[in-house]
């Protein structure tokens, strides 16, 4: 009886690892572009839990009331919302816990992506359990700009997992001018100074969560301005960057181009924001473009470099800058 029960499992094991990927194939691929989207999404969701009021809808953890782990009839749609938002990461959960699977075999051929794809499942469990920490401290603001801060950073590695499974692995070696390539990663700099000061303004703004949640006491006014300047200044440094990029024929200029156009856009949300008077659903939008805009930005540092096995496929002329 053991015996066969050994040669089933044998079985059963021979194909689960015969079925895993051996080399990177579309079903990866597809699950890093899965990791991507629903690693934005969920900040969509995050959103409309805050901008709706249902900061609280859920006002326990991990269970949403007191025994009970969803929602009640009594809790009405601000529990739906945040119960919805909590499944969202369960969805990204699994996610993560596929990609981990599929890349089980490449584990040592492919460490890259086996150790991001690791990175965003163990961050998926950091990010519910400050999820939790925010429920179970009223929506403090400090807290929930942390929460969100840590979801942009998700999506910066879901945007290295995508980049890479489309390259073979090995050394990287620049593409670009080395001046390029040191003010492309100023503007990073000033991307992620322009996210900070967004976080710390809505902290600090009307949309709490909740009517009893607290606020950080800043002047919101006056941090819309300080938010604004460095968002300004990214514009201008992209401006620069892409001159540059199309004037040298970099192959990272289609990059810095949907850098631009994510960059304008979310001026335009944030412009008719302000002056609408912080309508939610913009204020959401605004949220969203954000995570994309990290995105693009990590898109365009990634992109500075490439695999030395490819980089004879780059015109001449960009080596000879590289190396200048």
């Known amino acids: 009886m053991s015996s066969a029960i050994g040669a089933g499992y044998r079985v059963v094991s021979q194909k689960i690892h015969?079925?895993?990927?051996?080399?990177?194939?579309?079903?990866?691929?597809?699950?890093?572009?899965?990791?991507?989207?629903?690693?934005?999404?969920?900040?969509?969701?995050?959103?409309?839990?805050?901008l709706t009021g249902s900061g609280l809808g859920c006002p326990t953890w991990p269970t949403c009331v007191a025994g009970s782990l969803v929602p009640t009839p009594e809790m009405g749609l601000h529990g739906v919302i945040e119960f919805g938002n909590r499944l969202m990461t369960g969805l990204i959960g699994i996610i993560a816990i596929a990609a981990v699977v599929l890349l089980w075999r490449l584990r040592t051929e492919r460490k890259d992506l086996f150790t991001l794809a690791v990175i965003l499942g163990v961050g998926v469990l950091a990010q519910a359990l400050v999820g939790g920490v925010t429920v179970l401290t009223g929506l403090n603001p400090f807290i929930v700009g942390f929460h969100f801060m840590a979801s942009l950073i998700m999506v910066c590695i879901a945007t290295v997992l995508v980049h890479r499974v489309y390259l073979p692995s090995g050394p990287r070696a620049l593409v670009v001018p080395v001046g390029f390539a040191g003010l492309a990663h100023a503007t990073s700099f000033v991307v992620a100074l322009t996210v900070v000061m967004g976080v710390v303004t809505t902290a600090s703004g009307p949309h709490s969560g909740d009517a009893e949640a607290g606020r950080t006491g800043f002047n919101a006014e006056l941090l819309e301005h300080l938010h604004a300047w460095p968002g300004y200044a990214t514009l201008v440094l992209t401006i620069v960057l892409l001159a540059a990029s199309v004037r040298g024929k970099l192959p990272v200029r289609k990059f810095v181009v949907t850098l631009l156009v994510v960059e304008l856009v979310q001026i335009v949300v944030g412009l008719l924001q302000a002056n609408l008077g912080l309508p939610p659903v913009l204020v959401g939008l605004h949220m969203v473009l954000a995570c994309v805009l990290a995105a693009a930005m990590t898109a365009v540092v990634l992109n500075l470099k490439a695999p030395t096995t490819l980089t004879d496929r780059v015109p001449e002329t960009t080596h000879e800058r590289a190396r200048s």
Request: hydrophobic residues 55%; glycine residues 10%; charged residues 20%.
């Open 18 to 50: 015969d079925w895993l990927p051996s080399a990177v194939d579309r079903r990866i691929r597809v699950v890093a572009w899965l990791s991507l989207v629903t690693e934005i999404l969920i900040v969509g969701t995050g959103g409309a839990v805050r």
